[in-house]
T-cell receptor, first 111, second 113 residues
């Protein structure tokens, strides 16, 4: 099971782009990288997922370098409502590994 | 609508009184799991199930039991709750494939006095 490492916390001002990097040195060939967002007292919700290169959706972008040993979640022009905990997970497509969340990165957006 | 439903949302109980937190999903997902969340400790996995009648321990299984008799239900059982099990609990489900997203319930805030 690939272990992930993220910063414990980050601060940002409103309107800035925020990049949260996750390290997963032991990622396996079949592993996908998935990011979740969690607001206080709510369950995590899916943000974005990727396997390699770059993925973009209406909420965020995910950058994955060629060696796949890290990934960066990019949130464009954050607002106060983006204040949350962000989790990076790694797991293979066949689902042979349990969904393990770490402590995540607590993002605080300041006005 | 895709849903994971947990009940109850809030529960206050006394030490030693058996309780069950129910979790049900309507997406025909194979994978279900339970987590507890405590301040500063992130989401810690209690038990997970890859399919009916298949369950495995997560990182913090002590004091908990689960069963998976039907695909849609995955109850969490505390046979003899203790105050250190006071926590916020989440149930999740997903397809067996990891290239799909997981869905979480609304959470159950449990207080054991």
């Amino acid at each position: 099971l690939a272990k992930t490492t993220q910063p414990i916390s980050m601060d940002s001002y409103e309107g800035q782009e925020v990049n949260i990097t996750c390290s997963h040195n032991n990622i396996a060939t079949n592993d996908y990288i998935t990011w979740y967002q969690q607001f206080p007292s709510q369950g995590p919700r899916f943000i974005i997922q990727g396997y390699k290169t770059k993925v973009t959706n209406e909420v965020a972008s995910l950058f994955i370098p060629a060696d796949r040993k890290s990934s960066t979640l990019s949130l464009p022009r954050v607002s106060l409502s983006d204040t949350a905990v962000y989790y990076c997970l790694v797991g293979d497509e066949e689902g042979n590994t349990p969904l393990v969340f770490g402590k995540g990165t607590r993002l605080s957006v300041i006005a | 609508e895709a849903q994971v439903t947990q009940n109850p949302r809030y529960l206050i109980t006394v030490t030693g009184k058996k309780l069950t937190v129910t979790c049900s999903q309507n997406m025909n997902h194979e994978y279900m799991s339970w987590y507890r969340q405590d301040p500063g400790l992130g989401l810690r996995q209690i038990y997970y199930s890859m399919n009916v009648e298949v369950t495995d321990k997560g990182d913090v299984p002590e004091g908990y039991k689960v069963s998976r008799k039907e695909k849609r239900n995955f109850p969490l059982i505390l046979e003899s709750p203790s105050p250190n099990q006071t926590s916020l609990y989440f149930c999740a489900s997903s397809s067996a494939r990891r290239d799909t997203e997981a869905f979480f319930g609304q959470g159950t805030r449990l207080t054991v006095v």
